[in-house]
């Protein structure tokens, strides 16, 4: 039971932290850019961020048991000796790429932003974007025999 309710929990969190950055890449984003009005993202994200970032929470610590369960040696994470290992290496780098990601938009893009300074944002919002679909991809594979 309460492996499926993490498995549960985990694909519910990234069917809202991808479709939410799906909305944004594919419907706010272009919207903000014809305009040239950065006003037009951040009133999506203050409002995607209070179920967006705890969706990111539940499938990090989610993720993380589910990779214990599966392979208890957190050690062989990164070998990328097996299918199993490869994948769960594959979601962390991911994961490290979105965290580095949303660190420089917040520390740095997000507090100067501008209509001059949007496209810069609009590269890490649609880099953020492929990541997360990138995560569910690596997720489908480990669950229906791999990607490899």
């Known amino acids: 039971m309460t492996y499926r309710l993490f498995v549960f929990l985990h694909v519910l969190a990234a069917t809202i932290w991808t479709g939410g950055h799906l909305v944004l890449a594919l419907t706010v984003l272009p919207r903000a850019l014809r305009a040239r009005d950065p006003r037009i993202v951040q009133d999506f994200e203050s409002g995607f ?7 990111l929470l539940v499938q990090v610590a989610s993720g993380l048991w589910l990779a214990w369960r599966m392979a208890p040696s957190v050690a062989s994470w990164f070998s990328f000796d097996n299918n199993l290992t490869a994948h769960i290496g594959i979601k962390l780098l991911l994961l490290l ?8 938009a917040r520390l740095r893009l997000i507090p100067r932003l501008t209509a001059a300074t949007l496209p810069a944002l609009a590269a890490h919002i649609v880099a953020v974007t492929v990541l997360s679909v990138l995560f569910v991809l690596v997720g489908v594979g480990l669950r229906t025999g791999g990607l490899f």
């Open 49 to 55: 961020e209070r179920l967006g970032i705890p969706s």
């Open 97 to 104: 790429a979105t965290i580095l990601l949303a660190l420089h």
